[in-house]
T-cell receptor, first 112, second 118 residues
Framework: QSVLTQPPSVSGAPGQRVTISCTGSSSNIGAPYDVHWYQQFPGTAPKLLIYGDNNRPSGVPDRFSGSRSGTSASLAITGLQTEDEADYYC????????????FGGGTKLTVL | QVQLQESGPGLVKPSETLSLTCTVSGGSISSYYWSWIRQPPGKGLEWIGYIYYSGSTQYNPSLKSRVTMSADTSKNQFSLKVYSVTAADTAVYYCARDRHSSNALDIWGQGTMITVSS
């Protein structure tokens, strides 16, 4: 059972907007510690997609954005494209777990 | 650009020790933190711990009793040992650069699959 809770799956049609939620608690997202998002394609390593709640590393399209409110965070993808189909993970820090980086369970995005 | 490459045995017998190494190229391990993360087949990501280039460490409390990490600046490598492995330790193991101030993992290795089986 993951410390951060994500929906197992979301879906959307090309061109649509989808959001993926990440729910934590007062010892992680609500503390507030930074939230990061990773994108993972099958058989490959995760890639940092969003860091520090809503910052994109160089090369990440501005279709991807992050936000947070209280003990939750969200990843939004606008103008959905078929190549966005992947697993997405949120990650933060938890002060109750001795320096632990904690992950959500992951969300499978299907582009219909 | 900085690249990370994991290396390991592929197959480990139950109760034995798993040893992995991450080699960093295109940059120095000095002045950075480095994390290990694993992913069991079909499951999510689990942070194992991190090491600073100077040798200080922090481990996931759930694995702390069975894990040690070390760093070798002369070889630009850092390593992971997991003791007394069981089938539950079967996973893809990743190394990653850890931006300690924000705790983001910004550069990842490609991962190496470790199977625990007799």
């Amino acid at each position: 059972q993951s410390v951060l809770t994500q929906p197992p799956s979301v879906s959307g049609a090309p061109g649509q907007r989808v959001t993926i939620s990440c729910t934590g608690s007062s010892s992680n997202i609500g503390a507030p510690y930074d939230v990061h998002w990773y994108q993972q394609f099958p058989g490959t390593a995760p890639k940092l997609l969003i860091y520090g709640d809503n910052n994109r590393p160089s090369g990440v399209p501005d279709r991807f954005s992050g936000s947070r409110s209280g003990t939750s965070a969200s990843l939004a993808i606008t103008g959905l494209q078929t190549e966005d189909e992947a697993d997405y993970y949120c990650q933060s820090y938890d002060s109750s777990l001795s320096g632990s980086r904690v992950f959500g369970g992951g969300t499978k995005l299907t582009v219909l | 650009q900085v690249q990370l490459q994991e290396s390991g045995p592929g197959l480990v017998k139950p109760s034995e020790t798993l040893s992995l190494t991450c080699t960093v190229s295109g940059g120095s391990i000095s002045s950075y933190y480095w994390s290990w993360i694993r992913q069991p087949p079909g499951k999510g990501l689990e942070w194992i711990g991190y090491i600073y280039y100077s040798g200080s460490t922090q481990y996931n409390p759930s694995l702390k009793s069975r894990v040690t990490m070390s760093a070798d600046t002369s070889k630009n490598q850092f390593s992971l040992k997991v003791y007394s492995v069981t089938a539950a330790d079967t996973a893809v193991y990743y190394c990653a650069r850890d931006r300690h101030s924000s705790n983001a993992l910004d550069i990842w290795g490609q991962g190496t699959m470790i199977t625990v089986s007799s």
